[in-house]
Structures are given as C-alpha cells and as structure tokens.
C-alpha cells in the first residue's frame, strides 16, 4: 500500500525552528517529486514547496522562500522541511505529497503533521 | 492565481453540480481538482484538466484548457460534501484556488 507518514510537529515559540519528515512506503521513493502543501486554521490549502525527484531541483513559495528548506534522503525514502524564524501565520496542518511526473500531480498525501507557533 | 468560483454551494443528494476554476493566464491543461475532508488527506479526483484519477467514481468529469476550467459532479453522493480546490502545476509557485465548499442543502 502506497502512503505517506508525517511526523515532528508540534508547538514552538516565533522565531524557533522545527523539522518535519515525510517517510514514504509501498513505492519507489525516488522515481517521484515531492511537494509540502499547508492549511492554515480555517484557510485553503497553500502549496509551499517541491523537490525533484534526483537531481534537487527545488521551489518555495515566497511566503517561506529564505525560512523554509526542503530536502530528501531516497536512501531513507524521505523527505524533510526545515523551517526557521517561525511566525504564527505559519501555524498549519502541513501535509507531504507524492508528486507523479506524467501528470503533473500529487496523487497520494500524508494525513499531515500540526505545527503551532505560539508564545 | 487561480480563482475558484462559487467560494461555497449548497446542494441536495441527486444534484448536478459545477465548480469553475479560472487561471490569471494560461495554463494549457495543467490543472489538477482535489476534494479535501476535514481531518484527511486531500484526494485527486481529476488531472491534467480532464483525466479522471483510478478509483474515482465516473460521476466526477473535469473539462477545459487556456485559462478556464470546471469540475461536473453529475449526481450528488452523500459522501460528495467536501471542499474542492483547483491547482495549477503549469509554473511555480504551483497555486491552488480558494477553495469551493459543497454543502448539504
């Protein structure tokens, strides 16, 4: 069964740091790009990130582009999203995604990982 | 920018309903529909703008190209109430719309 498990988030002070992981299982992690899509309280979804699947191609949007970074280890079928200088307007349900080259989606999420930011 | 319209609709169990999602500029047909639940992990319905995702009931259709885009529930199913958002994978930042919240009337 494809899936993939978020964990590492929970409560931190603004201008803390946290790092959420994405494990993925069931397929071949490093033939897929994977992506880091947010929902702030009572808001729509927000993407925020890609990773290629080999070569580090890497996007942010900007409302994390300078914060945010975006890694994966395919050894660990992994992927991971630093996030320094934390605001509250980042206090979300952060979900990973599997991206899927031939149709330019994202065809399985995790069931995302909280982060609060909050003094 | 991706701009969904209605934000929200209410609508009975049997209902043909039409969400539209319309780009700032042309996307060719690189939009994906999802339907999010509360408390689960958003699913794909419908991607490269009309091509319906393995498992997903044939009563979700998605047509369109250029800028200009919708999602066709032919007949409402219970479990059809969700929220549903349009997404661009054209460039980055890889946008979704607002948002359409689908309600029982």
């Known amino acids: 069964q494809e899936q993939l498990v978020e964990s590492g988030g929970g409560l931190v002070k603004p201008g803390g740091s946290l790092r959420v992981s994405c494990a993925g299982s069931g397929f071949t992690f490093s033939d897929y790009y994977m992506s880091w899509i947010r929902q702030a309280p009572g808001k729509g979804l927000e993407w925020i990130s890609y990773i290629s699947s080999r070569d580090n191609t890497i996007y942010y949007a900007d409302s994390v582009s300078g914060r945010f970074t975006i890694s994966r280890d395919n050894a660990k079928d992994s992927v991971y999203l630093q996030m320094n200088s934390l605001r509250a307007e980042d206090t979300a349900v952060y979900y990973c995604?599997?991206?899927?080259?031939?149709?330019?989606?994202?065809?399985?999420w995790g069931q995302g990982t909280t982060v609060t930011v909050s003094s | 920018q991706m701009t969904q319209s209605p934000s929200s609709l209410s609508a009975s169990v049997g209902d043909r309903v039409t969400i539209t999602c319309r780009a700032s500029?042309?996307?060719?047909?690189?939009l994906t529909w999802y339907q999010h639940k509360p408390g689960k992990a958003p699913k794909l319905l419908i991607y490269?703008?009309?091509s319906l995702q393995s498992g997903v009931p044939s009563r979700f259709s998605g047509s369109g190209s250029g800028t200009d885009f919708t999602l066709t529930i032919s007949s409402l199913q219970p479990e059809d109430f969700a929220t549903y958002y349009c997404q661009q994978s054209y460039s980055t930042p890889q946008t979704f719309g607002q948002g359409t919240k689908l309600e029982i009337k």
């Open positions: 500029q042309s996307i060719s047909s690189y």
């Open positions: 490269a703008a009309s």
């Open positions: 995604a599997r991206g899927d080259y031939s149709s330019s989606s994202m065809d399985v």
